[in-house]
């Protein structure tokens, strides 16, 4: 069954309407017609399945037929990616939708080769919007734009109950990564370098601040890697508990 987005705000009942990108593609791509079934989410864990009333030329008009309530994850995993190359961006944004992390926050590191933008992008959330249409994951993650680096991770994570600091070879490491530290009850935060990765202040800063430092190996990945390996591990145990 297709799926297509509705903002919480814009949620009403019985009947929703889709805007006109989401009509566009429901009615000019996918050449979908009347009275045929179509998922609606609005990403905070809403489902519901419509049929199509109306097809209009700017929007659509659904009934609801039925709406799910998903219960939120007991087990909520944060990344704090270094900010990078924008052409890998997409794909850190695309997985984060698929392996169900809670929020996906770029911060400036010191090593960042670009300056972070002050605030989220449109089109950040519109990719995060389209992986959760594509994989049908009800629960779209909380975008955060961190421009003033470590001390701001720090400071929004106090109350976390697990906080990770994924280091690369070269940097001392309390542990490796292993089942004992993923898909853990509560709020957890797995904090990924950039491209030119952490330098030792940063890594200091963490650790001052309660962060354990993990190896995923000996092997330099890349910081894309490194982060969707960390949430596929997450991902997993996550599934396997269910």
Same mark, same amino acid.
């Not at 960042?112 to 049908?136: D, M, R, Y």
């Not at 701001?152 to 990770?164: G, L, V, Y």
């Not at 092997?219 to 894309?224: A, G, M, V």
């Given at each position: 069954?297709?799926?297509?987005y #509705?903002?919480?705000?814009?949620?009403? !009942?019985p009947?929703?309407?889709?805007? +006109?990108?989401? $009509?566009?593609?429901? !009615? *000019?791509?996918?050449? %979908?017609?009347?009275?045929e079934?179509?998922?609606? &989410?609005?990403? @905070? /864990?809403?489902?519901? +399945?419509?049929?199509?009333? @109306?097809?209009? *030329?700017?929007?659509?008009?659904?009934?609801?037929?039925h709406?799910?309530?998903h219960? *939120?994850? %007991? $087990?909520?995993? +944060?990344?704090?990616?270094?900010w /990078?190359?924008?052409?890998?961006?997409?794909?850190?944004?695309?997985?984060?939708?698929?392996?169900?992390?809670?929020?996906?926050?770029?911060?400036?590191?010191?090593? $960042? =080769?670009?300056p972070?933008?002050? @605030?989220?992008?449109?089109t950040? =959330?519109?990719?995060?919007?389209?992986?959760?249409k594509?994989?049908h994951?009800?629960?779209?993650?909380q975008?955060?734009s961190?421009?003033?680096?470590? *001390?701001?991770?720090?400071?929004?994570?106090?109350?976390?109950?697990?906080?990770?600091?994924? #280091?690369?070879k070269?940097?001392?490491?309390?542990?490796?990564? $292993?089942?004992?530290?993923l898909?853990?009850?509560?709020?957890?935060?797995?904090?990924?370098g950039p491209?030119?990765?952490?330098?030792?202040?940063?890594?200091? &800063?963490?650790?001052?601040?309660?962060?354990?430092?993990? !190896?995923?190996?000996?092997?330099? &990945?890349?910081w894309?890697?490194?982060?969707?390996?960390?949430?596929?591990?997450?991902?997993?145990?996550? =599934?396997?508990? =269910?």
């Amino acid at each position: 069954m297709n799926a297509f987005y #509705v903002e919480p705000k814009c949620w009403t !009942s019985p009947l929703l309407t889709l805007n +006109t990108a989401e $009509s566009h593609h429901l !009615s *000019k791509v996918l050449r %979908l017609k009347i009275n045929e079934k179509v998922c609606v &989410l609005d990403g @905070e /864990g809403r489902e519901a +399945t419509c049929l199509i009333n @109306e097809i209009k *030329k700017n929007e659509t008009i659904l009934e609801i037929i039925h709406t799910e309530i998903h219960e *939120k994850p %007991l $087990s909520r995993i +944060t990344l704090a990616a270094g900010w /990078g190359k924008a052409a890998r961006r997409g794909f850190i944004l695309e997985k984060c939708v698929e392996l169900e992390a809670h929020a996906l926050w770029f911060w400036q590191a010191e090593r $960042s =080769q670009f300056p972070l933008a002050q @605030e989220v992008k449109n089109t950040w =959330q519109e990719q995060l919007i389209a992986g959760a249409k594509q994989c049908h994951n009800p629960f779209i993650p909380q975008l955060a734009s961190m421009p003033n680096g470590a *001390k701001e991770i720090i400071e929004a994570t106090k109350n976390f109950d697990h906080k990770q600091l994924l #280091v690369e070879k070269g940097f001392m490491h309390e542990e490796f990564m $292993s089942v004992d530290h993923l898909g853990n009850i509560g709020d957890t935060i797995c904090v990924v370098g950039p491209e030119g990765g952490f330098t030792e202040k940063e890594v200091d &800063l963490f650790i001052k601040n309660g962060f354990k430092t993990l !190896s995923m190996g000996d092997r330099i &990945l890349r910081w894309e890697t490194a982060a969707l390996m960390a949430l596929g591990l997450h991902w997993w145990k996550k =599934q396997a508990n =269910q």
